[in-house]
Structures are given as C-alpha cells and as structure tokens.
C-alpha cells in the first residue's frame, strides 16, 4: 500500500482500527489455518521433539513442526522466537495491505511485542562448555543480543518509531497490544505492529513442571478433573492503525480496540489473588475505558490455563461480573504459548466477532461445582458486537481487553 500525498500526521485519536493480523502456533503455520482449528474437533499435543525432558512422565506440549524455524541452526541471524514473530508480522501487515512493510516508511511506526522466554534460555551448550572450561565462541551470545523482538522487526521493515519489548509474564501479549493501542491513541504513532511471540524449550518446560502444573494428560481448561496445562509455542501480530491513517487507506478494519485495563494484584510469585482483585480491577478498568457495561459482552475468552488456581479464581470472577455470558478457553488447542498467549487470544476474539461464531472449550467435559459456571462445550452462533479477551500472569499480573466491530461501545 502506499499513502498518497503527503505523510501521515500523527495526532491523538480515539478509534484505534485493527486492519491486520498474522499467526502461527501448533494448529497452523497461518492464521487462517490456526482459527479453523479452534472449531475442529482434533488436538494433538505430544512430547516435545526439539529438545528432550528427563522425566520418567511424558508431559505433552503443543509444538510447531520441528522442521519450521529451527533455531538450532547456526547461520540464523536471530532466535526462533523473534523469527516466528517476523512471520506473523509479514502475514499480518500483508492482510492489512501494507506488503512486507512498502509504505511504512512515510509514517511513524511503532513496534510493541509481548515475549516471556524470548529464546534466552536456549545457549545451554555455551554454558555448559564455559562452565566445563572450555572457551566457546561467542556466536550464540551475539544472537541472542541480537534478537529483541520489537528491535528484530523495526530493523527488518526499516521502521522509526518507538520500540519496546513487554516482558511481563503470560500477560506480555495482552499488555502490548494495550500499550500500543495508547500510542496510536495519544498520536504517538500513525501505525503499530503489536502482539507476542515465544518458542518452546527445555528449561521453560522443566520449570513449569518443577512447580507441579503441567498435565501428563491434553490440558483440560475449567474441567472438574483438570491437573494443569500444557505449554506451546507461536506468534500473533496485530497492525493497529489510526482513524486518519486507515480512512485514507480506504480499507475496511476487522475490529476496534475500545478498552484495556491492566493490574497487579502482587499476591504471590505464581498464583493470582484467591479473590481475583487484580483481575476486578483490570476488568473494570477495561469496561470503563470502552464505555461500555458487561452485559454488553458478547462473550469472553478466557486465560484458561487449566491450572487448579487460574481456573478457579478465573471463573469466580466471570461468575460475579459476567454470570450470563458465554465464555471458553482456546488453550485445549494452542497450548500455553506464554508471552504469546494473550495475543493470538486477542486474534482469535476479533476473527470470532467478524464470523460471529465461538468453539467449544477443548478439553471440558464436567463442571466443576466450586466455579459454579460451564464454559462452551460446543460451537454456538453470537449475537453482539463486543467480546473480551483477558490474561492472568505470575507475579499477580492482569490484562483485559475489549474489542468491537464498531469504532465505539454499545
């Protein structure tokens, strides 16, 4: 695409359109494919075939193809996570019109990218050779430097405005697309690139299962019987565009981002607050920034990570402030892909507003009486035009945001 005239001029602006998106995990390679999974009835998490784990258990994880991206080849400029990232961004900026970035350089364009693990704990061979006295090259040391995520995107679409990296837990995806929604609001930028990405390894999955919540079994969101999660990988990117921006590109959004709220509820390290107030406060924090009430929501998608904690303390407070309206977990089928949750979550909810339709929640099968509430256990048509999609994070962190099909609340 390209911008007649002179360049676009940044100014604040309420209305932040969503006019692109791109994805990749475990279900598929494109966003299409990935959203068609979710109301397919197969998932297939399995050991995890990049790396192994030393457990007399399989834990299952939710995997890419473990020829796609290998990052263990040395010839890769940057690690697997900033480069599952920079897929998604091409596909995303590609359904926005903006082909591999042409055009961008007229405006002022901002990068906000949401990561946990961000491959920093993929050079165990280097330590392991430097603790063994050995003096291995540096090569993978200059790599990693290499590859922040936001600064691997700026620099490969040749783009000037701000940069920044969210590192905040499993809400990083959440919280970047917020972040950057403020940009475009406070007229900062014209255009921004937001969402997550994380790639799978080996110390992230023994970490989590050292603390007792990762399920030998396909996780099994908001389940009576359910043990814990599993973990996955992949990338979601978001373009955010400006009224002004996308009225002169004459191109029809696929949603608004009309409200964000974020909190920490600093009860513990990993558990959330046995109440939920930081997610209360998130939520309403969101609903009073779209103008909005909650019987306005359509319906919400969940963090849902199938842990005992998450998921009670989730369901307590969508039981207390949406008792009517419909909810799931998309995790059944993507895994936990950390840093990147919260953004494909964020990209499923908008393409569920556009189609008007929600999945069942893989992995139910019976309530479980201390929520007290039963997420979809099939597919249903909607009717409404706002949805939420909300994250909860170790270290008490929380994200909500509420999309919509049309550039105000109802």
């Given amino acids: 695409m390209s911008i007649s005239g002179s360049a676009a001029i940044s100014q604040p602006d309420k209305q932040v359109a969503v006019t692109g998106i791109g994805a990749l995990c475990a279900t598929g390679l494109n966003f299409e494919s990935t959203f068609a999974a979710l109301f397919e009835r197969r998932r297939e998490p399995a050991a995890p ?21 290998d990052s263990e080849d040395e010839n890769q400029p940057w690690l697997r996570t900033s480069r599952l990232a920079l897929a998604a961004a091409r596909e995303a900026l590609e359904d926005a019109g903006w082909s ?7 405006l002022k364009v901002g990068v906000c990218i949401g990561t946990t693990v961000g491959g920093s704990m993929n050079d165990e061979q280097f330590y392991r050779d430097f603790r063994d006295g050995e003096n291995p090259g540096l090569k ?11 600064a691997v995107l700026a620099q490969f679409f040749d783009l000037h405005g701000p940069q920044l990296t969210i590192v905040n837990a499993c809400s990083s995806g959440s919280d970047a ?10 007229g900062i930028c014209d255009l921004v690139l937001v969402g997550g990405s994380d790639e799978l390894c080996r110390v992230t999955c023994n970490g989590f299962i050292s603390l007792m919540i990762s399920d030998h079994q396909p996780c099994r969101p908001f389940d009576r019987h359910r043990s814990g999660l599993n973990l996955g990988e992949g990338a979601a990117i978001l373009v955010l565009e400006s009224s002004h921006l996308q009225e002169r590109c004459k191109r029809p959004p696929r949603a608004f981002i009309l409200g964000y709220g974020s909190s920490c509820d600093a009860w513990h390290l990993t558990a959330p607050h046995p109440e939920g107030k930081g997610l209360r406060q998130a939520l309403k924090l969101a609903l009073n ?3 909005t009430k909650a019987e306005d929501i359509a319906f919400i998608n969940a963090h849902g990570t199938a842990t005992l904690n998450n998921d009670l303390t989730e369901g307590k407070i969508i039981k207390s402030l949406f008792p009517q309206t419909p909810f799931f977990s998309t995790k059944g089928h993507t895994g936990h ?8 979550e964020a990209a499923f909810t908008i393409s569920m507003l556009q189609t ?23 597919a249903k048509d909607l009717d409404g035009r706002l949805a939420l999609s909300q994250s909860l994070a ?15 609340g109802q």
């Fill in 49 to 69: 075939r990049r790396f192994q784990l030393d457990h007399p258990t399989t834990y299952p994880v939710f995997e890419l193809p473990p020829s796609f991206l």
């Fill in 100 to 106: 591999d970035g042409k055009g961008l350089s007229q």
């Fill in 140 to 150: 993978p040391i200059d790599r990693y430097l290499r590859s922040n995520p936001a």
């Fill in 177 to 186: 697309i917020g972040i950057g929604a403020a940009w475009i609001r406070s």
């Fill in 289 to 291: 920034n779209a103008d």
């Fill in 337 to 344: 892909t950390l840093g990147a949750a919260g953004a494909l």
């Fill in 356 to 378: 008007g339709k929600i999945p069942a929640s893989a992995g139910f099968s019976e309530t479980d009486p201390d929520i007290g509430l039963t997420p979809t256990n099939c």
């Fill in 394 to 408: 170790f270290g008490g962190n929380n994200a909500a945001l509420i999309f919509g099909l049309d550039g105000a």
